[in-house]
């Protein structure tokens, strides 16, 4: 097990979790002597806030390739125009990510296959909508979908390649970003469907409580992925940026959600580049002692309460088993039993 499932389950509120992090928490920004050259990141939702804020300050110490993934590419290139303009010595290029479909993950995937190099991955894109909305193409619920199943198996899909394409005396990174909003969270179990079938039944969608169940599957999903995959390999984490203001997260949220959020964001949020560091000290600064865990404030930090709970264990092991059932066409148990046992 990792450490942050070593360390219980949190033994604060999440309230009291909250406020310390917003107001007494220090921000760890990356040693000044960071140096990335020669090295290649991909950054994921990389055109606006915290996903660019991340590319930004990596290019600042020195990142010698970067891959931004976005869904529009005529946005992404106009955004990496500027980026070029900031850092000329960088290899900036902008590859298309759709996270709502499989093939364009897939697609994704196999075009890293053919870099040279990679050493790190942030997987930031994520998405928060009012509406109850099934993804036509997979028949899930869309924050499920995209939040969830779709950046798990772009992890899934990267392990490999980063273990392949990194130094061998440098593990390859794979940061997946979660949220504090995870802590709270709970899921019931369901008595006659799957896990995966409640969340997409509309008569259990809540939409106060299911982006922090979105980022509660991941907390779950870590616990067991971590079992497959060797640190000398690659070491994986989650991040939580904290609260920030100035990012565009909440724009599809539910009215009085989205107007509580901007209200509280500006009062209460972190700047968008100390929640961008988070980011980086996760991915570039951080070691082997945080991976498979979960890392908040810029320490190892517990995963969200639930996932020691009998109802999240019990969750956890059938959560497991449906996502590499939903994720097998992409063949996910192979390349994890191929990590395991290499």
């Known amino acids: 097990m990792s450490a942050s499932f070593n360390l219980g389950p949190p033994k604060e509120s999440p309230r009291t979790l909250f406020l310390k992090a917003q107001f007494w928490t220090s921000p760890q920004f990356p040693p000044p002597e960071t140096n990335l050259e020669g090295q290649v990141a991909i950054v994921t939702g990389s055109t606006s806030g915290l996903g660019l804020e991340a590319s930004r300050q990596l290019l600042s110490f020195g990142l010698s390739g970067l891959i931004m993934a976005v869904r529009s590419v005529e946005k992404g290139e106009k955004v990496a125009s500027q980026l070029r303009a900031e850092y000329p010595k960088a290899n900036i290029q902008v590859w298309s990510l759709e996270m709502e479909s499989y093939d364009s993950i897939q697609a994704f995937a196999r075009r890293t296959e053919l870099t040279s190099r990679l050493d790190m991955a942030i997987l930031n894109a994520g998405t928060q909508i009012a509406d109850f909305t099934i993804v036509p193409t997979t028949g899930h619920e869309k924050l499920v979908q995209v939040n969830y199943?779709?950046?798990?198996l772009l992890a899934i899909l990267l392990l490999p390649v980063l273990k392949a394409k990194s130094p061998p005396s440098s593990p390859g990174r794979l940061s997946i970003v979660s949220s504090g909003s995870a802590r709270g969270a709970t899921m019931s179990q369901p008595n006659d469907?799957?896990?995966l079938s409640a969340l997409n039944n509309p008569?259990?969608?809540d939409p106060f409580k299911r982006y922090p169940i979105s980022k509660l599957l991941g907390h779950l999903f870590m616990v067991n992925l971590v079992r497959y995959v060797n640190a000398d390999d690659v070491i994986i984490n989650l991040v939580d940026p904290g609260l920030v203001k100035g990012t565009d997260l909440q724009r599809g949220a539910p009215f009085l959600?989205?107007?509580f959020f901007y209200c509280f964001k500006a009062i209460l949020g972190r700047t968008v580049p100390v929640g961008a560091s988070t980011y980086v000290d996760a991915a570039v600064v951080k070691g082997k002692e945080t991976h498979g865990c979960n890392v908040a404030n810029w320490v190892v930090s517990?995963?969200?309460?639930?996932v020691y709970t009998p109802d999240g264990e019990s969750i956890r092991e059938s959560l497991w088993k449906e996502?590499?059932?939903?994720?097998?066409f992409a063949g996910v148990q192979g390349i994890l039993d191929g990590l395991k046992h290499d």
């Open 302 to 306: 517990p995963f969200a309460a639930f």
């Open 323 to 328: 996502t590499i059932a939903e994720l097998e």
């Open 149 to 152: 199943l779709s950046t798990m």
């Open 257 to 259: 959600l989205a107007v």
């Open 193 to 195: 469907e799957s896990v």
């Open 203 to 205: 008569q259990h969608w």
